[in-house]
Structures are given as C-alpha cells and as structure tokens.
C-alpha cells in the first residue's frame, strides 16, 4: 500500500487532510477535521495522539454517535456488508466472518446483553487479540459501568486507529504497533545452541489449536526469521512444541527408548500485543529450563 | 489374592507345588515340575530364576509349542474365551478386549504378519505397556529373526512370569515388579514447596489422551500419595499438568492478565517400568525448571 | 550427658526441681522455682514456656538484675573466669574467647556503647550464630529503645534456655532445637544422581573462611550424613564447592581444556538456625541450577 | 597505530614488502620475504597462512634456528633486554616481567628443563593466556617428543604473527584474533531484565584473584560493554559475581535476613580464546541458572 508522507499532510488543505486520513475513525471524518488545526505534527505519533484528544474531548452525545458507527463483532452489520473496508479486514484476519454455530450463537448472546446495556456495540481492537481473550474480555467488559465502558471503547479506537494510521502515513516519530515472539534453542549437553531442532507455534484456543508456523532452528540456535514479527501478538494462549528427541538422536545421544523427553511443549500466554516475548528454551535429554526473556 | 508362603512351596509335595504354581506360565505346568527338583529356594527371586532357567534350557521343540501356548494379543481367543484367566485380566487392563475398529485392524494386521513369519503368537508384558508402546514394539520386534524373537519372547514371558509369582507367592527377597512416579512442586519466588497446586497426570496416546489422576499438592509440595505406584509403569508417554497461574494469584503475585504460565504441561516418557520417576517443577510465574529426579 | 526425665521433675519436690534445672536461666534459679507451681508439665515444651513465662512477667527490676547477671561476649567476665560452665562452653564454640586484637577491640567498642546504653550485657544465643551475625546483630540491636531490647533479650534467653533445657531433660514433647543442611548432586546430562562427587562446605566470614566439612556424594547423589544436623545452623553465610570438572572427566565426558565449569561455588545464607535447608545442584557440562529446596 | 593497507603491502617491491611485516616473526624476516612470492593476496588471512606455509615447510634446521631466536618467558633474555619490542609488551602484559620469587623460580625451573630436553625456548602465544594457563602447558608440553613440540610451537608462532598482523595490516578478511565474554540478569520474579545488578569480574589465579572490571547491568539486563572484547581471551578460571541479595532489596523484595543469595559467585574457565562467551544469570531470591549461552 502506498503511504502519505507526514509532510504531505502537515501541508495539505484541511479538506485534503480529511480526505486523506479521514476514515481511519470509522465514520467519523470530524476528528480528523478538528485535529487538522494542531498541525504541523512533528511525529507520525504526535498526529495520532492529536486525533485520539479530540475524540476524547468531544461532547458526550458526539462520542456516542461515534461509537454507535461501528460494527457489531461477528454482527448483523457483517452479513449484510455494511462494514467499512477496515473493519471487513480485521474482522476477517481473526475469522470471525465464518465461526462456527456454537461460536456465532456466543457472540450472538453477547452483542444482545451489550447493545441492552450500552446502546453502542462492544468495541475492540481485534488485531491484537485472539478469539479466545475477545470473548474474555467482552464477559468482563459487560460488567463496566456505561462511563467506564465508553473509556475502554474509546482506548480500544486508540489501538485500532494507531494500526490503521501506522499502515497509511509514514514519518517520524511512528507509533509502536507491533510486537516480536522469538525462540533460542541451547544444548546443555554440549553447551552450544542446537542447530536443526523442528519446531513449531500454535495458538490453543478454547476450542481448537491452530499451527501458526513450524520452522527448524539455525546453527546459531534461532529461527532464521522471529516466529511472529511486523504485526501486532494477539492476546492469548501458546504453545511452542520443540523435537528435542529427534534432535539429540541425531546428535548421538543414546538415550532411553522411549527418550524421557521428545516432544517438548511450552504453554505460555502473551497478554502485551507490542512486547517481546522472547521464549527460550534450554534443554538435555533429561532436564529443561523456559522462561521470559529479553 | 491369599498368597502361599515360600517356606510352604519348599516343602510340598512336587504335584502339590506344580499345583500351587505351575499356571505362572500360560499353559505350561512342565515349567514348575522341573524348577520344583531345584528346591528349596532362599528366596522368591531364586525361585523365579530357576523356572525362567527351566524355560530357557528346554529343547527348542519344547519352547515353541509353549510359545504357541500364549494368546494373540487382541486376538481371535480372545473373543472366544480360550485364554487363562490371568491373560484376560492382563489385556483387559489396556482395553485390548475393547479396541475401536481402526485399533483391531492394525492389531489384525500385525497379528497376521507376525503369524506368517514366525508360527507363534506376539508375545508381550502388558502390564509393562501402554497401547502405543506395545504397537512401537510389535512392529520393531516383526524385524528380528526367528532365534532372536524366541529369546525376546522368553523375555517377556520372565516379566510376566515375574508378575504373577509376585501376586501369588511371599516370601523373602520378592522381585521388584513395580515402579514409581512423582513430582513436588517448589515455589521460587517465595523458596518454598508450592501447597496447593492443582495437578493431573495424562497418558499420551497416538490417538487419544486418557486422565490417569488428578491432584493437589500438600504442604510439602509434594502429592500425598505417588502419582502412580505399586504396579509397574507402563512404558509410553505422559503428561503432567500443573495449573500454576491459579496457585500464583492465590498467593498473591498479581502478573500478567492473562498470566505468562497458566497450564504448565510437562510431557515425558517412562522407559523403565520398574524404575523410579521423579519429575519436579521448579516454577516462578515467568519461569520453571523440570528434570528426572531421584 | 545424663539427662532427667520430666516425670521424675513433675514429680520431684520443689528444692529438687529447682536444684536440678535452675541452672537452665543464668544466675536465675528463680525462674524454675515459679514455674514449679505449673506442674505436671505435659512436655518439656510446655516446662520451658512456663520459665519463659515466668521471666516475662517478672517486674522491670527483677528483669534487668536478671538481664545484668548475663556475662558479656568476650567480655571481661570471660577473662577473669567468672561465667557460668554453660556460657564458658557456648561462647567458646564460636572462638570468642580467643579472638584476633582487631575482633577483641571491635567487640570491647561495641560493650563499652552498649553498657552505657542499656546497663546490662548484651544477650544474644550464641550456638544460633557465626560470629558476623553477631557482630551484625550487636550493631543492630544497639539501635533498639530500652524497652524492645529487654524484649529481644528475653527473646534470645529463651533460645539460649531451650537448648539448655533439651540437652538436659528428656520426656515427650522436645522443642525443635536443631537444623538441617543437606544437598542433592543430579548429573543432568545422564538424567541419574551423580555419585562420587568431591565437596566441601565452607563458613564464609568477613575475614576468613573456614572449611566445616569435606565428603563426597553417594550413589544416590546425596551425602551419607547431612552436611549440618543435630544442632542449631548458625545464622551466617556459607559456601558449597561442588568438584564437577573431576566428575564429568572421571564420567567419559571430555568438554574443553580447562572445562567450563570446575568448581562449582554455591554461596548462601541460612537465617532460620532450627530449619531444613535443602540445597541441591543441577549440573551438565556448560550449565547449573541451584535453590532452596525442601 | 598506523596499519599498512593490504593493497599496499600487495604492490610493494619485494624489500619493501619484507621491511613493512618482516618482524612479524621473530627475528626471521626471511619468512615474510618467502610468502612475497605468492603476492597478491586476497585477504590478509590469505597473507598469514602464506607466511605460516613457508615455516612450516623450511627445512628442519632452519625451523631450529627460528625457533632459538624467539625468547624464553619470563627469562635471562627479558632482564638483559634482549627481547624484540612485541615480545616485551606480550610478556609485560601478563607481568611476566615483575612476577614473585617462587613464581620466578618455578619458571626457571621449568626453562632449564625446556632448554635441557629440546634445545630452543618454550614459546607461547602469552596474549591467550593467564599465567596459570602457561604454567599447565609448559609442564605438558614438556612431555612432548621433539616432532610434537616443533609442531606445537608453530602453532603457538601461528597464534603470534596472527596478532602481530592484525594490528599492523589492514584490509579484507581479517583473521579473528579476539574473543567476548558478556553476560546478562534475568529477574525471574519479575520476567524482565534485571537493571542496575553491580557485578564484578575476577580472574581466579592459582594464587591470587585479580579484579577484572567492574560494573552495573543496564535497564536491558546487559552490561553497556562487553566485559572482555577486542583482544583475545585469555585461557584460564575466571568469575563473575552478582550483588543480588541489593538488587532485590532495592526492587522490593523482603526475603530472609540474611537473605539467602546475596552475592552470587559463578566460576567458570575460557578455553577458546577468540571465542564468545555468553554467561547469563536467571535469578529469583532462592534459585539461579547459568549456562554457557551463545
């Protein structure tokens, strides 16, 4: 995709402004209008904190009428392709546009006791969760009162729009949007890092495990590339399965038969989308360590 | 089970003791007849030895038509009847008298090869075996050749064998016939054994995951009875679970929302059925440490 | 040491009673004479809270003649010869009635401030302590208003008593006197205990240290008897020196030249001198773990 | 200094050539004035391995010769000042030149015997090592048969003229002459690197420990340097020790008094001068891991 550059918006016409970044609040041109009068921004980040002021500072009615112009999650809105173009595709990277029944009918019975409660739909940015902690956090959100709620809904529009805005405007100061998930192998037998150890990463859902990638360390221990990167790291539970059998097989170590230990599995939860979570795992034929690391 | 006495067996009259003891090996009284001339024993061990020596040194006509004597495993005598009482108990222990079609076919097939190249049936300890190990060993043991797989058939008979004198027979110096697995829980961040932690244990199958216990760890951080004693550990893969995230919020450490380790599964193998395992966690909330004790 | 039954002093006359136990508070007899009126005491636990109780509830006076009576630690009292044959013992099991003229003086400086702030010794169980803890806790405590420390006095008076009382009567109900310092060695690269382990358990002072014990482990990984056992763990910081590089060579494993790990130093501190300290060494080539275990 | 390009060095006249690197080797410019010959060279790697051909292959007397002309450690040589000026700083900078009477004696023991048994010095690369590193493979290599020794002794040359080039040649592919010792803190307690850890770095002599460097961990758990980097590593016992008992006071964390780690020692030994070493610290207030990390 093509991005703007700061400067180009820094020196726009107001109307070209809003023409430009205008939809990145869903259907709410009018922040972009009230923040162009803050500019020049001197960061991509400065833009976006402009922005987020205005939708904050707005008279209650306004932020009402705001937040009612966002779709339901997994909604009716969907079915009958109202979304905006943005929404389409974030809804659609976590598949909530093709749950199964059981799934469908949750969300259903949620989206009633919320629009019951709130008068606005349940909004989240769903680029930095995983079925699993959305669910989660629409039961406990459901218990907000409706002031706190329309706080968390509009925190919720700051990361939506922080993605949306990294993925348009470029400059400097850019908005951290994205976090890193990366592994580390070391044979403390041969206190070296194990190169060829398969692996792979999948997110465990309530449901249903899903591999997000399987991959094989280098010689230096790593995987050549982080196993998730570049994107936001959705809110949820793990697990990473390290072959630690095959590996010390073939590295000569006879061990017993069955090996005591083959199949590694780390379970782990990430609970920051832009953090790095780095999960190594230190191992022998008998004995291993994991932990958070840096 | 009223057991007889060592000092009893050495003094019987020989038919009297073929009586008492001549159906430790399927089919095979001839076995106790000429073990009973090697009397008295010192111990039970000697005992055993001497029966298995009997075995051993018979003519190879002898050992075949006792191979022969033995059930097929998930077999046709079986579903007719025609075992020993002890056999189906045995296989009955491993749902082998109730296999899914797709089980019994693979049984079937191995049965069938098996009969082909060898003229006796597989014969195997169950009560030393998952499912899944006993299908890793039947088609490796398919590969010996025939004087290799009498040797490794009388084997297994000795672990049988040994099995069932112990349950039928006291006496000094009894054979170790069973094996040992536990765990203790050690809580890092405070230096202390973790009380409290909710634990279960899991067979591993290739096609399903059985729960074998679950539990809570005591003050010492320990189970108040081993997680699995008094019969021998059936070789195959298990798994251990340990629900940390709710010991550590109940303690008081309040981390990450989700917490980083929630469910700490611990997935190991047992190669020795009458050895002793003892697999620990050492665990904070952001890291732990397992290994095979003592 | 010949020790009383607490049946024969439940029922002993009065004089007798006192007689043989009123020793057990320095220079105090008075103490066992008012906590005879309790009896029949049902364990030797409940006989020393009634003499602690007796002390406790004694008038301001009568406490502090009580607290002055106490020798001073490497005092002048000890070098003209005029403590009891108790406190001769206790202070000389740590040195402190043969300390270097630096020690001496710093003891002698630390006496004179306190006298002229409290007007009794200072009081501290010396069998519960090195000498750093002491000189930490002289320092300390010298900061204390008079009345806290005519509690920590009493406080540490019923330590020094309740050893007193244990090594001289016997009956149900002992009080828990005594320590434990144990360690564990698993060789992780061959997933056993490893035996034959040269170790040595050192008092790290601030000016020396000092060997307590050398031993090496067993075929269970352990050592024979605990390395500290039957006697209170001083208050202090040690050092156990684990001889892996011998083990891993004399074990087939050849690693570099020098290897990586050698001498594998553990430091620590034991604050609790009647606890179990459990402390263990996980150990490949290239890695270790230790910790408080249980 | 001032380096000479390769390039230069590639289309110098051949007795420019040998002027410029002629001193590479001990008092043998002959060497550099051989590899002249295969000009150009590619790398200066290429360079050093052209010089290394042409000794090794000299004939036997003249590979005596050379070998005599290099200087004993710690010898007569050094105290008449008779030593090339590269082969003063080597030695000083292990204090070879100022070592105690018995160290003195121990070397010249070890010299006469050297002298007795193989007629030319005992040479090292001293750069890689500490002083008790030599000592142990001056009595090795002392058994060596003649052959061995010549053998050995280019290869410590090797080792020599690799630095020497280094420093005075610049250009393409470079031979790694240096190695890296870094560590890092992980707080385990908290899942985070733990900054602001004062550290210190010892080398662990036979008889004496020398400090190293010092230093505190940086908000990344790191040191702002490598604790050694640039040079190469010198062989031998080194350790690294950790204030941990202050930082997790200081972080909030109330453990025991004294607290059970306070400051934590890891010993370990450098084997591979050039190469890295990475020796972290997981760490909570009762339990740490290090390993040989990569």
Same mark, same amino acid.
């Given at each position: *995709?093509t991005?703007?550059g700061? $400067?180009?918006?820094n020196?726009? *016409?107001?109307? /070209?402004? %809003?023409? #430009? &970044?205008?939809d ?7 922040i972009a ?12 980040? +400065?833009?976006?904190a #402009? @922005? @987020?002021?205005a939708?904050r500072m #707005?008279p209650?009615?306004t932020?009402?009428t ?7 999650? #997994?909604?009716? *809105?969907?079915?009958?392709? +109202? *979304? ?8 659609? /990277? ?10 469908f009918e ?16 349940f =909004? ?5 969760h995983?079925?699993d902690? &959305?669910? +989660?956090?629409?039961?406990h959100?459901?218990?907000n009162?409706?002031? /706190? ?11 939506i729009?922080?993605l949306?805005?990294?993925a348009?405007? /470029?400059?400097?100061?850019m908005?951290?949007?994205?976090g !890193? ?6 044979d ?15 997110? =465990? ?6 591999r997000?990638?399987s991959t094989?360390t280098?010689?230096d221990?790593?995987?050549?590339a982080?196993?998730?990167?570049? %994107?936001?790291? !959705? =809110?949820?539970t793990?697990?990473? !399965?390290?072959h630690v059998g095959?590996?010390?097989?073939a ?5 017993a038969?069955?090996?005591?230990? $083959? ?11 832009e953090?790095?979570?780095h999960?190594p795992?230190?191992?022998?034929p ?6 958070r690391?840096?």
């Open positions: *995709m991005t703007i700061l $400067d180009t918006l020196t726009a *016409m107001p109307e /070209s402004f %809003v023409e #430009a &970044i205008g990145i609040f869903e259907n709410a041109p009018w209008a009230r923040a162009s009068a803050g500019r020049p921004f001197a960061s991509v980040t +400065a833009l976006h #402009a @922005m @987020m002021e939708a #707005a209650l009615e932020q009402l705001f937040l009612r112009g966002h779709p339901e999650l #997994a909604g009716a *809105m969907a079915r009958v392709g +109202a *979304m905006t173009a943005d929404s389409i595709a974030e809804q659609g /990277s976590l598949g909530l546009d093709r749950l199964s029944g059981a799934e949750r969300f259903e019975t949620l989206n009633t006791a919320w629009r019951a409660r709130f008068g606005f739909p =909004i989240i940015c769903v680029r930095r995983t079925r902690s &959305i669910l +989660a956090r629409f039961a959100r459901l218990e009162d409706v002031e /706190s709620e329309i706080s968390a809904a509009l925190d919720e529009i700051g990361f729009s922080r949306r805005l990294a348009k405007v /470029s400059g400097p100061g908005p951290v949007t994205t !890193r998930l990366s592994t580390h192998v070391l403390t037998v041969h206190g070296r890092p194990a190169a060829g150890v398969a692996l792979s990463l999948h997110e =465990i859902g309530a449901s249903e495990t899903a997000i990638v094989v280098n010689q221990g790593r995987t050549d982080p196993l998730i990167a570049g %994107v936001p790291l !959705r =809110i949820g793990y697990e990473l !399965r390290f095959e590996y010390f097989a590295n000569g170590l006879d061990t038969v069955p090996p005591f230990l $083959d199949l590694v599995p780390i379970r782990f939860s990430i609970a920051e989308p953090g790095h979570y999960v795992l230190l191992v022998s008998w004995t291993y360590t994991t932990y690391g840096s």
